[in-house]
């Protein structure tokens, strides 16, 4: 059990001030995953644009 030694009237406002933090984008691979995969039902295929306009796909495994 917990004993929450704060009053409910600053809970209440608390809870009016607090907001969702804002969504942060991946970085690093992952970032380039989330942006560049399809989604699972077509098989998670990465697709994109790499250095000399080539488009190039990847299934993974």
Known sequence: M???LVSDAE??????????PPME???GCL???A????????GAI???RY???RIITHRII
């Not at 942006?35 to 077509?42: L, P």
Request: aromatic share 6%; hydrophobic share 40%; proline share 3%.
């Open 2 to 4: 917990l004993d929450l």
């Open 11 to 20: 809970l209440a406002e608390r809870r009016a001030k607090w907001q969702l």
């Open 25 to 27: 984008k991946p970085a």
């Open 31 to 33: 970032g380039k995953y």
């Open 35 to 42: 942006a560049m995969a399809t989604s699972a039902i077509t």
């Open 46 to 48: 990465l697709k994109g």
């Open 51 to 53: 250095g000399g306009g």
